[in-house]
């Protein structure tokens, strides 16, 4: 081939193996310690009769809007189905299928219904923490159970889960999303204040609570004070004196922590009382989970309400985590070691060494250095007269 048709030949291959931005090809040993990952949490969620379910990755869009879809909209890509010529999307979250299987499929089934799933997620855009655009995701919902043994059954899971597949030194940071939205209704904050109250909350900006006075400028002051330490953000929660659904979702939150800390005593524990990125359709209790020197939370999941097809709704508790969060707080995966089978190595021996946990290349064909073929095949081993070798 000569010099320009070898230079066009070279560039529409280039062209072939060039993927949209936020995609990416998931190669060994990766691919294979994202699947161990995989195993290991579901091996945990099963063990506690979770039941595992698998949605598929398409549905019609109006299925994936319903309650807290409706948060996801604007992550999800559209297409159109050929046969009925209505919109499908594909999920950009798995939780929204949960609730769906809930309030439908399984909607006689016992309460409380536990379930466990894992699949790859499909986003429109990445974000400056999670570039890529397509990842799975792992995780259960218990639904059907509205007291706060729920919240503790689900934290210890995931605390569980996280720890058997190599996460060390977790930490818990819980939230109470929907307590900002009552707070400033019951002091009745409308217009451009409640809009700068909101924002300033998010923020972290106590500058910014000088549009306020009296009683409402020092109680949201306390609720930016208060992030940290749990035992001592619940004392200052409690000095505020809270009525109606904001006073009882404080006591909800400092019962749970008392919870927590009986049943993981050495889990550290903070909270964020004014933290609702991300939380923005829980109707109770969130958390993230997160470990020492890890880039980010590593899960997250809290109370929030199933929508049944009547209308009624059903209270549910859940937790998931992205597996390319995982993996970069886990060390890389060490490479499997692998024997040589020289061409003619009897079938029955390559079964024997399978059995006893090796991995196996089959020569295909007669070769004379068959260690230096070892080699160039990655093996670390090769079987000669009958002996496994390190090459």
């Not at 890529?132 to 218990?142: D, N, P, S």
């Amino acid at each position: 081939m000569n010099g320009p048709i070898r230079q066009i030949a070279g560039s529409a291959y280039a062209r072939q193996a060039l993927l949209p931005e936020g995609f990416r090809d998931q190669l060994s040993p990766k691919a294979e310690q994202e699947a161990a990952l995989v195993r290991g949490l579901m091996d945990s969620f099963l063990s506690h009769g979770y039941d595992r379910v698998s949605p598929p990755l398409v549905e019609y869009e109006d299925s994936l809007l319903v309650g807290a879809g409706a948060t996801r909209a604007k992550q999800m890509f559209r297409l159109m189905d050929p046969d009925t010529q209505r919109m499908m999307a594909i999920r950009a979250d798995m939780t929204i299928q949960m609730a769906r299987l809930a309030a439908t499929r399984l909607s006689d089934a016992p309460r409380p219904l536990r379930l466990a799933y894992t699949g790859n997620v499909l986003r429109t855009k990445g974000s400056q923490l999670r570039p890529t655009r397509q990842f799975i995701q792992a995780g259960v919902e218990l639904v059907g159970a509205p007291s706060l043994e729920a919240e503790l059954e689900v934290i210890a899971l995931a605390v569980e889960a996280l720890e058997a597949v190599g996460i060390a030194e977790l930490s818990l940071d819980l939230t109470v999303a929907p307590l900002v939205a009552q707070m400033v209704d019951v002091h009745r904050l409308e217009g451009d204040v409640r809009d700068t109250v909101l924002a300033a909350l998010e923020a972290k900006d106590i500058g910014a609570l000088a549009v306020l006075d009296g009683v409402a400028k020092v109680q949201f002051e306390a609720l930016l004070g208060a992030a940290g330490e749990g035992a001592r953000a619940v004392e200052i929660l409690r000095g505020l004196e809270l009525k109606g659904n904001a006073g009882k979702l404080a006591a909800r939150l400092g019962r749970l922590l008392a919870m927590v800390n009986k049943r993981l005593p050495n889990l550290s524990v903070t909270i964020d009382l004014c933290e609702s990125h991300g939380f923005e359709y829980k109707s109770g209790i969130g958390f993230a989970l997160f470990s020492k020197g890890g880039e980010g939370e590593l899960g997250r999941g809290g109370r929030y309400m199933v929508t049944h097809p009547d209308g009624h709704e059903e209270e549910a508790t859940g937790f998931s985590v992205y597996l390319d969060t995982l993996l970069k707080a886990l060390p890389p995966f060490e490479a499997a070691q692998k024997i040589f089978l020289p061409h003619g190595t009897r079938g029955t021996v390559g079964a024997k060494l399978r059995a006893e946990g090796w991995r196996t290349i089959q020569g295909l064909s007669e070769h004379e250095e068959a260690q230096a073929e070892a080699i160039r095949l990655g093996c670390s081993h090769i079987l000669l007269d009958d002996q496994v070798r390190a090459v």
